[in-house]
């Protein structure tokens, strides 16, 4: 497992951009996958965009492809989520994940709130 802690959500007009982060405050990604999900107020959670951190494979949802882009810094052992051309309906909360694989994410980050306006 990793110990995971998120920053960077808050309130935003639709059309704007908001920059995540998950940091690997004890424990290293290496070797896992690491992933964001979401999930808005009377819905199930749902995948947004995952990665390799030793690199070759990425994930982007349909709903967010072309708009949200994920990204490593290595030194810092964090993982990004840039989210431009924010909707409403990207309104949620946002958690990040790390796992062996895209079937067993064990660490999970505390979650940041979006909150997108019209």
């Known amino acids: 497992q990793v110990q995971l802690v998120e920053s960077g959500g808050g309130l935003v007009q639709a059309g704007g951009s908001l920059r995540l982060s998950c940091a690997a405050s004890?424990?290293?990604?290496?070797?896992?996958?690491v992933g964001w999900f979401r999930q808005a107020p009377g819905k199930e959670r749902e995948p947004v965009t995952g990665?390799?951190?030793?690199?070759?494979?990425?994930y982007y949802a349909d709903s967010v492809k072309g708009r949200f882009t994920i990204s490593r810094d290595y030194a810092k052992n964090t993982v990004y989520l840039q989210m431009n051309s924010l909707k409403p309906e990207d309104t949620a909360v946002y958690y990040c994940?790390?796992?062996?694989?895209?079937?067993?994410?064990?660490?999970w980050g505390q979650g940041t709130q979006v909150t997108v306006s019209s």
């Open positions: 994940a790390a796992g062996r694989s895209t079937d067993s994410y064990d660490s």
């Open positions: 004890r424990g290293s990604f290496s070797g896992r996958v």
């Open positions: 990665i390799k951190w030793n690199g070759g494979w990425t």
